[in-house]
C-alpha cells in the first residue's frame, strides 16, 4: 500500500514539471522574448525605420532590395556617344550645295575718255536748210583694241542723211574696250549722237 501511494502522482504535478524541464531546457527562447522590446527600443531611439539592421555602434542600417537598386541603374543610351546608330553606322548627311559662282565684273566700252579726241559727226548742210534734226541711236561691236567693227541703226532720227552721216563719223571713232574680269573682250555698245540746229 505505501508504495502505490508513493509512486502515484496528481496529472497536475507532471504538467507543471514538464513546463519547468522545457523552460530548462531552451533558455535561448526566454532571452530572445527579453531582448525584442529593448531592440525596439533602441530602433526608436535611433529614429530608424522598421525592418531596418543595426550595426555594431547600434545605428541604423537600411535594407538594399535588388528591385530598388534595379530602380536607380543609369540605362546606357541607344546610340553611342559620337552618335553613331544602333547599327554601327554613322547617320548619313547629304553634302552642302556648292555656292553659286560670283557674276562676272563686267566694263561697257566708252567714247566719252578726253584722250581719244573723237570729232563730232558733221551737220550735213542741206538738213540745215531744211530744218532737220534728232537723235540717232547707233549699236556699235567695238572689239578688243577699241576700234569700232560694226555700227547698226537702233533708232533713226527720222531722217536718213543724218542717219548716215552719225554711222560714218563713229566708225572713226576710238573707244575704251569693254571688259569681263579685267580682261578686255569685244563687245556690243549703244552710242547716241545728238543732230541739234543752233
Known sequence: MGLAIGAAAPRGGNRRSGRTAERIHHPARTQDRAAAPAAQTRAQGTGAAP?????????????????????????????????????????HTLPAPPAPPAPPK???????????????????????RLGEQGKVLLRVLIDADGKPQKVEINQSSGFDRLDRQAQEAVMRWRFVPGKRNGVPQSMWNLVPVHFVLE
Do not use: F, M, Q
Open 51 to 91: 525592418g531596418a539592421d543595426a550595426d555594431a555602434g547600434g545605428h541604423s542600417r537600411p535594407h538594399t532590395s535588388a528591385r530598388s537598386a534595379c530602380r536607380h541603374t543609369h540605362r546606357a543610351p541607344s546610340g553611342t556617344a559620337d552618335g553613331r546608330a544602333r547599327g554601327g553606322r554613322a547617320p
Open 106 to 128: 563686267i566694263e561697257l566700252p566708252s567714247s566719252d575718255a578726253a584722250y581719244l579726241n573723237n570729232p563730232k559727226p558733221g551737220y550735213p548742210a542741206i538738213s540745215k
